[in-house]
């Protein structure tokens, strides 16, 4: 079973930031916080991962709490393309399989 | 990111056929590489795990004589639906990762089974 929790669907203004939650209050110490989405009938994309430290690159930001039972995504200005299933997985860096939950359905709106 | 191709991109076969399913890492050397499944509406599935030069490890419920995985080189790895059935259609997508760093997916082949 998947070990992380997120809100099947959320809606988000284009041009807003879209916030994306996700609880994995199981995660243990040695496991990564990793992000992907999926654009309909495409492989999922790579976004962010991170163990302890909040994340940025050119894609999003990852927020991850002090206790890391939880995560949140961000997308700093979101654009229709956004438009996706966002998966949030824990997971070893070290070759370990990505077990995928339900993912949250995000729409970006005009 | 890295680069995972996946040929064919869709395949239609005739119940009873076997068809092969290629997952090459472009630019890098993949230890390990994983098969997916995604059925409409769902979530991906994971079905095995396979590591360059050794036997795949299959999740449960996957029937392993069925879908033949090989792992011949640090850049392929196959997946062989043997004697496909309509119920076998679906969406297989791999995944591939160098030691240490993170997984990427290759763009997923649409096999319909008619």
């Known amino acids: 079973d998947a070990k992380t929790t997120q809100p099947p669907s959320m809606d988000c203004a284009e041009g807003r930031a879209a916030n994306l939650p996700c609880n994995h209050s199981?995660?243990?110490?040695?496991?990564?916080v990793y992000w992907y989405r999926q654009i309909h009938s495409q492989g999922p994309q790579y976004i962010i991962h991170?163990?302890?430290n909040n994340e940025t690159n050119e894609m999003a930001s990852l927020i991850i709490t002090e206790d890391r039972k939880s995560s949140t995504l961000i997308l700093p200005h979101a654009t229709l393309r956004d438009t996706a299933v966002y998966y949030c997985?824990?997971?070893?860096?070290?070759?370990?399989?990505?077990?995928f939950g339900q993912g949250t359905e995000l729409s970006v709106k005009p | 990111g890295a680069v995972v191709s996946q040929h064919p991109s869709w395949v239609i076969c005739k119940s009873g056929t076997s068809v092969k399913i290629e997952c090459r890492s472009l630019?890098?050397?993949?230890?390990?590489m994983f098969w997916y499944r995604q059925f409409p509406k769902q979530s991906l599935m994971l079905m095995a795990t396979?590591?360059?030069?050794?036997?795949?490890?299959?999740e449960q419920g996957v029937e392993k004589d069925k879908f033949l995985i090989n792992h011949a080189s640090l850049t392929l790895s196959t997946l062989t639906v043997t004697s496909a059935h309509p119920e076998d259609s679906s969406f297989y997508i791999c995944?591939?990762?160098?030691?240490?760093?993170?997984?990427?997916f290759g763009p997923g082949t649409r096999l319909t089974v008619l």
């Open positions: 997985i824990v997971g070893s860096n070290q070759g370990g399989k990505l077990i």
């Open positions: 199981t995660i243990s110490g040695n496991e990564y």
């Open positions: 630019d890098f050397q993949a230890t390990t």
């Open positions: 396979s590591n360059e030069g050794s036997k795949a490890t299959y």
């Open positions: 991170g163990l302890k």
């Open positions: 995944s591939a990762r160098e030691a240490g760093n993170e997984q990427f």
